[in-house]
């Protein structure tokens, strides 16, 4: 089993943490797994990316143009990614501040109001998990419990009174993320 | 001993991975992207633990001549920087290497020329295994392509410094400093004592102790005889080197009809390539340099004679391929495919360039 994702928004919103959670629930379940993130200008400027593949074999290529699963979290990220999922793939956004929605008839997509969900929760912090949660709805490459052996190895201890929250905003996600389109 | 797993940057591994070898000092100053080196050592305070010393220069050219400062003395020294700041180093690095100093330097390359871009690169190839100095001198170049790889260099650099008394360079790019992957971290190997250092390096300057000739270490001699005599002792340890020290990887070679050569981080994505190709029945294998210096001149003449075409993949114009075209029998069918200024290449796109010049025509 190979997955890559790419993961794309706005810096702030958690693209790059998200993706090393994924990295390290990857490494729980040993998979070889890279993160490859966007560090250039556009970082500087607002917008970042991070590619993750997890993979039983060896990984070759940590940086590609085609993905099994992007996660789309901004127009910019929409207009740039949308094309580069596989057919078949899957594309899961936030419709928050989305004007143009995806229009490809050969993926999968799903909508996850995450920005929407967060703001209800009045805990924008956990924006990404909540997006996570969606991800690991609609493709299950990743165990909870792996995703929180993650946590609990890469956050600091004295944050780790606020894994429970991150573990309630998976779930949401799980239980908010809903399909669009199916091929 | 189980070794202990972390997901880490490439730059992160190679700080972690210079403590763990038993390094006395870092001097380096902060360049995109590779100052997490900087960074991870600061917040991790060696000098606490080891007592190395990690030290902000003021500059490049401060920190290599500090490199130049310690290594005198036998110690483990080191430096990252990225192209334009090695660029700076230049100087040091032929006073290093006539000097005979064994230092470690990291480059996570950019592209360029100038300021250029901090965007990976590899158009600092030339510059690395030419000699990028004035002089008649050549350093140790290794090319690491995994976090994993960049965290084993730190050690491997430090041995092979001290082995030949020779700079060793870890030619990276900022893909490969700025990636995360799986790395077991090794044993931490302590930092050696005075006594030791006088008793493994007697040439290091340590302070005169009675009954020996006074160790002078320097780059300059103003009688040309002796002077060259100097020269000839270095290329006879750079022929040493050369037949000792090549290091490179084969991937599907065994039954390939093409092969790419490639290092680094272009190796890496080059492996998605030869999937691609495979998938389609095309037997294409790829030669993986490791050591950029010494170069695998026998092995790459090997296959030059086995395979219908080798294609080189660079980022940048075309500079490793001026090696490979050298070594290669005549007639051999090698062409270059590269993307310059910090764009990195696809899978594909390598793929499409392969197919449309090696099998369609």
Redesign the interface.
């Known amino acids: 089993m190979t997955e890559e994702i790419i993961i794309a928004g706005f810096g702030g919103q958690g693209v790059l943490s998200m993706g090393?959670i994924l990295?390290?629930s990857g490494?729980m379940q040993d998979q070889?797994?890279?993160?490859?993130?966007s560090?250039?200008?556009e970082m500087r400027g607002g917008t970042a990316n991070v590619t993750v593949i997890l993979s039983d074999e060896r990984?070759?290529?940590?940086?590609?143009?085609?993905y099994d699963t992007a996660i789309i979290l901004n127009q910019q990220s929409m207009d740039k990614f949308e094309s580069s999922v596989k057919p078949g793939g899957i594309l899961l956004y936030d419709p928050n501040g989305i004007s143009h929605h995806p229009e490809r008839t050969d993926i999968n997509i799903y909508q996850v109001e995450a920005n929407a969900e967060a703001a209800k929760l009045g805990l924008m912090k956990i924006f990404n998990m909540i997006v996570l949660g969606g991800y690991m709805k609609v493709k299950p490459v990743v165990k909870l419990e792996n995703v929180i052996k993650g946590l609990k190895k890469?956050l600091p201890e004295r944050y780790h009174h606020m894994i429970p929250d991150n573990e309630r905003a998976i779930t949401t996600g799980m239980g908010i993320v809903k399909q669009i389109r199916e091929v | 001993m189980e070794k202990e797993?972390r997901?880490m940057k490439g730059n992160e591994a190679f700080a972690e991975a210079v403590i763990r070898a038993g390094a006395d000092g870092y001097f380096g100053y902060p360049i995109?992207?590779q100052s997490e080196v900087m960074e991870y050592l600061m917040a991790q305070k060696p000098e606490e633990q080891t007592g190395m010393i990690v030290l902000q220069a003021e500059s490049e050219v401060a920190s290599i001549n500090m490199l130049y400062g310690g290594a005198g003395c036998g110690k483990r020294v080191l430096t990252s920087s990225s192209s334009p700041g090695i660029s700076l180093m230049q100087e040091g690095l032929s006073y290093l290497a006539g000097a005979e100093l064994p230092c470690l330097i990291m480059n996570a390359a950019r592209g360029g020329p100038g300021l250029g871009?901090?965007?990976p690169g590899q158009a600092d190839y030339f510059q690395s295994v030419k000699g990028g100095g004035h002089g008649d001198y050549r350093i140790i170049v290794i090319a690491p392509a995994s976090v994993q790889e960049m965290y084993d260099s730190a050690k491997i650099g430090f041995d092979l410094a001290f082995k030949y008394r020779t700079p060793v360079l870890v030619l990276t790019d900022?893909?490969t400093g700025?990636?995360?992957?799986?790395v077991y971290i090794g044993e931490q190997h302590p930092r050696l004592t005075e006594e030791e250092i006088k008793e493994k390096y007697p040439w290091a300057t340590t302070g005169k102790s009675g009954g020996r000739e006074r160790n002078i270490i320097t780059s300059l001699d103003l009688d040309p005889y002796r002077h060259e005599r100097h020269n000839i002792k270095l290329q006879e340890k750079y022929k040493t080197i050369e037949e000792n020290e090549v290091v490179f990887e084969e991937i599907n070679i065994e039954d390939a009809d093409y092969a790419i050569v490639a290092y680094g981080?272009t190796s890496?994505?080059?492996?998605?390539?030869?999937?691609l190709a495979r998938e389609k029945g095309i037997k294409l294998g790829i030669f993986r340099l490791i050591s950029l210096w010494p170069f695998p001149k026998k092995e790459i003449r090997e296959l030059s004679k086995k395979v219908k075409g080798i294609l080189c993949v660079e980022m940048s114009a075309g500079q490793m391929i001026e090696d490979v075209r050298l070594n290669s029998v005549d007639g051999a069918h090698i062409q270059h495919y590269g993307r310059m200024g910090?764009v990195?290449p696809?899978?594909?796109?390598i793929f499409d360039f392969f197919e449309k010049n090696y099998i369609k025509d």
């Open positions: 090393k990295a390290y490494i070889e797994v890279s993160w490859m993130p560090y250039g200008p990984i070759s290529s940590p940086i590609l143009t085609h890469s | 797993l997901l995109t992207p871009t901090i965007q900022g893909a700025q990636m995360m992957e799986k981080t890496r994505i080059c492996q998605k390539t030869m999937q910090g990195i696809s899978p594909t796109e």
